[in-house]
């Protein structure tokens, strides 16, 4: 007898599964309601202002960083656009899908023996299952895929997948 495979989740955004998208689409919706972000005078800023005054010539912008084409990399260019601070270290939302309830205790319990914090969560709207484990941590892609492979390498004996991250953002 096997394991039903869980189903993955319709739907890409800013993040890389449906509940990121969802929590970054109301974030988004408050966003716009709200003044737009004005610097709290940086010394960056400070700087630049004081060259605009010295002179005429414009100021060189920061190049933008380069992201692969897929959907961790659009998810990080995507916040890259909206000026999160990738110097600085951010709690990071990891997503696996599981095909039921008992398969996710299972899945909760392998990744707590290696070192994840996790729970167990159930979708009020699609009723399915997924375990969610974070980690503090840069946004790096690299680190990002290599942390999702190792979430897939732990649960896909008990039918789990990794389906995406997301991070909350200010």
Not at 91 to 120: Q, R, Y
Not at 130 to 145: E, P, R
Request: aromatic share 8%; with cysteine.
């Amino acid at each position: 007898m096997t394991k039903p495979k869980a189903k993955a989740k319709s739907g890409t955004g800013r993040g890389t599964d449906k509940k990121g998208w969802n929590r970054w689409q109301s974030k988004a919706k408050k966003i716009k309601s709200a003044k737009p972000y004005v610097s709290k005078g940086t010394k960056q800023d400070e700087a630049k202002s004081a060259n605009k005054n010295k002179s005429n010539s414009p100021v060189k912008e920061e190049k933008s960083l380069k992201f692969p084409d897929d959907a961790n990399g659009q998810a990080l260019k995507s916040l890259y656009k909206e000026g999160i601070d990738f110097k600085k270290s951010h709690s990071v939302e990891f997503f696996i899908a599981v095909p039921d309830k008992k398969s996710g205790e299972i899945v909760s319990e392998v990744l707590k023996a290696e070192g994840f914090n996790c729970f167990l969560e159930q979708d009020d709207e699609t009723d399915e299952w997924s375990c969610c484990t974070s980690k503090n941590m840069l946004l790096d892609y690299d680190s990002i895929v290599e942390i999702q492979n190792k979430l897939d390498q732990l649960s896909k004996p008990h039918g789990g997948f990794s389906d995406g991250w997301g991070v909350f953002v200010d």
